[in-house]
């Protein structure tokens, strides 16, 4: 069990995605309003580098949602639920919890890691050699944010080529440098550049990370209470994500509702004075 929730919280922070459409700020149920979307005429069979649709990103300060989750490991399968927050660029919280009761905390920012398992009643402060010991892979919090939100990685870089099949884009990098991680990456999105599916392989590792994401779309939102309906914004949406990482025999499936945008969530955490470090963050070991 221990290993499994340490396990989920790293996963959380790896992987992620949007589940947007509002209603004063706040959704409760989606869809809420559909959006005509303007598709483009055709697609070329190969789109060179300088005709490829952009990606798209959405543009907000907060997010917050609750996901119901089911981790499948090769040892146990568990079932339980996590909030999520994001403030753009600068945190991202996960608090995890099972019939009212907390389990663990996480918060990230860009040079920061902070996690507190209330089980155990032990805690890791540190930076992101967390991810390192885990899956041997260099990760930083603008890739994780990346991932959470739907998008691509801006921190990276190298190019791409893109092959359009079936009302579908495929963006593929041979090789990519991100920070200081060199991966292999193919984004597949719709005509609207929305991700269906992001298929990762770091390069040094050989660790692969498979992401789908379930119905994308875009609909109108509201980023602010007092909008009307003439300042509301197109905004990717996503009922929820499925992620898999082969080599470690694990899938997680997760179920999101009850989002907020633009609506400041909790981000604190605190190190209960009775709590000690976590002498081994691997849970392999």
């Given at each position: 069990?221990?290993?499994?929730?340490?396990?989920?919280?790293?996963l959380l922070?790896?992987a992620?995605?949007?589940?947007?459409?509002?209603?004063?700020?706040?959704?409760?149920?989606?869809p809420?309003?559909k959006?005509?979307?303007?598709?483009?005429d055709?697609?070329?069979?190969?789109?060179?580098?300088?005709?490829?649709?952009p990606?798209?990103?959405n543009?907000?300060d907060?997010?917050?949602y609750q996901?119901?989750?089911?981790l499948?490991?090769e040892?146990?399968?568990?079932a339980f639920?996590?909030f999520m927050v994001?403030?753009?660029?600068?945190?991202?919280?996960?608090?995890?919890h099972k019939?009212?009761?907390?389990?663990?905390?996480v918060?990230l920012?860009?040079?920061?890691v902070?996690?507190v398992n209330?089980?155990?009643?032990?805690?890791?402060?540190?930076?992101?050699?967390?991810?390192?010991a885990i899956f041997?892979?260099?990760?930083?919090?603008?890739?994780?944010?990346?991932i959470?939100?739907?998008?691509d990685?801006?921190?990276?870089?190298g190019?791409?080529?893109?092959?359009?099949?079936?009302?579908?884009?495929k963006?593929i990098w041979?090789?990519?440098?991100c920070g200081?991680?060199?991966?292999m990456?193919?984004?597949t999105?719709d005509?609207?550049?929305?991700?269906l599916?992001?298929?990762?392989?770091?390069?040094?590792?050989?660790r692969?990370?498979?992401?789908t994401?379930?119905?994308?779309r875009l609909?109108?939102?509201?980023?602010?209470?007092?909008a009307?309906e003439?300042?509301?914004?197109?905004?990717?949406?996503?009922?929820?994500f499925?992620?898999?990482i082969?080599?470690?025999?694990?899938?997680?499936?997760?179920?999101?509702?009850k989002?907020k945008?633009?609506?400041?969530?909790p981000t604190?955490?605190k190190?209960?004075?009775?709590?000690?470090?976590?002498?081994n963050?691997?849970?392999?070991?």
């Amino acid at each position: 069990m221990k290993k499994t929730l340490l396990l989920f919280a790293i996963l959380l922070v790896v992987a992620g995605t949007c589940v947007f459409a509002q209603q004063d700020s706040t959704i409760q149920k989606f869809p809420i309003l559909k959006v005509e979307l303007q598709l483009r005429d055709s697609l070329p069979t190969i789109l060179s580098q300088n005709q490829n649709p952009p990606l798209w990103k959405n543009q907000h300060d907060w997010i917050s949602y609750q996901m119901k989750v089911s981790l499948k490991t090769e040892d146990e399968d568990l079932a339980f639920q996590c909030f999520m927050v994001n403030r753009t660029d600068s945190l991202i919280y996960f608090n995890l919890h099972k019939s009212g009761i907390e389990l663990m905390r996480v918060v990230l920012t860009p040079d920061s890691v902070i996690l507190v398992n209330k089980l155990q009643k032990e805690y890791y402060r540190g930076n992101y050699q967390l991810f390192k010991a885990i899956f041997d892979i260099p990760l930083t919090f603008s890739m994780i944010q990346g991932i959470l939100n739907g998008t691509d990685f801006t921190e990276c870089e190298g190019r791409f080529s893109t092959v359009a099949e079936e009302q579908q884009i495929k963006y593929i990098w041979p090789q990519r440098q991100c920070g200081t991680m060199a991966v292999m990456q193919e984004i597949t999105a719709d005509e609207n550049g929305l991700l269906l599916r992001n298929d990762l392989t770091e390069l040094k590792s050989g660790r692969e990370v498979l992401l789908t994401y379930s119905r994308p779309r875009l609909e109108e939102v509201n980023f602010t209470p007092e909008a009307t309906e003439a300042q509301m914004k197109p905004f990717a949406l996503f009922d929820g994500f499925t992620l898999t990482i082969a080599s470690e025999e694990v899938t997680l499936k997760a179920d999101i509702s009850k989002l907020k945008v633009n609506v400041p969530g909790p981000t604190s955490i605190k190190i209960p004075d009775s709590f000690t470090p976590m002498q081994n963050p691997n849970p392999q070991q």
